[in-house]
């Protein structure tokens, strides 16, 4: 198990993962959060299929076009954390953070206090590559957003979250709706016009390799495997975060029609 970064910094553990289902790595964080006492990174390079993610009280009728969805049969997940509706697939990259509450000194367990030591963070990751900045709630090169957050903070610990577009499908973003509540900043353009794709500015790897040594210059960080990590077992956990039936799309459906 190798251990890296900042002697005498908060430990964090480091679980690297490839390919694991978006669904599988919700409910992992989810546990994480709620039943261990650890820091955790875990860092998916990318999901095995397409999907939709919607944050807890995403409505499907106002942020899905949801015929095309029941037509190509594209999963959707309504998740444990706040934030918008993403499309994930192979090109997206995860970065999770878990944190206890005062792993991180002068940040106070608040949405906007973590967001804005997250952009810290990120702004080393992308030190001297682009025209990086956190953009209200949003990671962005210029004017064009790349990076989408979302968080989950309870009495003692806090989650943030992001799905990075390393790379994305045209045809994936049409499942999704302008939504009516959207930042500033978006001035109303599309989805293509609104987002960009970060292997424009970096490899892949570099991306992750950045990402852990911007960490480790914060937290004394020691890598994992997802075999090793020792949590109760699915079946004695009731995930918030699960998969929509059929069922409720199609009702969905009944309303946006």
Request: glycine share 6%; hydrophobic share 40%; aromatic share 8%.
């Amino acid at each position: 198990m190798e251990m890296m970064g900042k002697a005498g910094a908060p430990l964090m553990k480091l679980v690297r993962l490839t390919g694991v289902p978006i669904l599988q790595q919700l409910h992992l964080e989810e546990q994480l959060l709620r039943t261990t006492s650890h820091n955790w990174c875990l860092i998916n390079d990318g999901t095995t299929s397409p999907a939709i993610v919607m944050g807890l009280s995403g409505k499907v009728s106002e942020l899905v076009e949801v015929e095309s969805v029941l037509r190509d049969r594209i999963p959707i997940i309504r998740r444990f954390t706040g934030g918008g509706t993403v499309v994930v697939d192979q090109g997206t990259i995860f970065v999770t953070l878990i944190c206890n509450k005062d792993a991180v000194s002068n940040v106070q367990p608040f949405p906007r206090p973590i967001m804005s030591w997250s952009g810290r963070l990120y702004d080393k990751v992308f030190e001297g590559l682009a025209d990086f900045h956190l953009r209200e709630n949003d990671y962005v090169f210029g004017d064009r957003k790349f990076g989408g957050n979302a968080q989950s903070i309870t009495k003692h610990r806090w989650v943030h979250h992001t799905s990075f577009l390393w790379d994305y499908e045209v045809k994936n973003m049409s499942y999704l709706k302008l939504p009516a509540k959207a930042p500033e900043y978006r001035l109303a353009r599309g989805h293509l016009d609104f987002v960009c794709r970060m292997k424009d500015y970096l490899p892949r790897s570099e991306f992750i390799e950045r990402t852990i040594k911007a960490i480790g210059a914060q937290f004394s960080v020691k890598s994992i495997s997802l075999e090793s990590i020792d949590i109760p077992s699915a079946s004695e956990f009731v995930h918030t975060t699960r998969l929509l039936t059929e069922q409720e799309i199609r009702e969905a459906c009944t309303i946006q029609t």
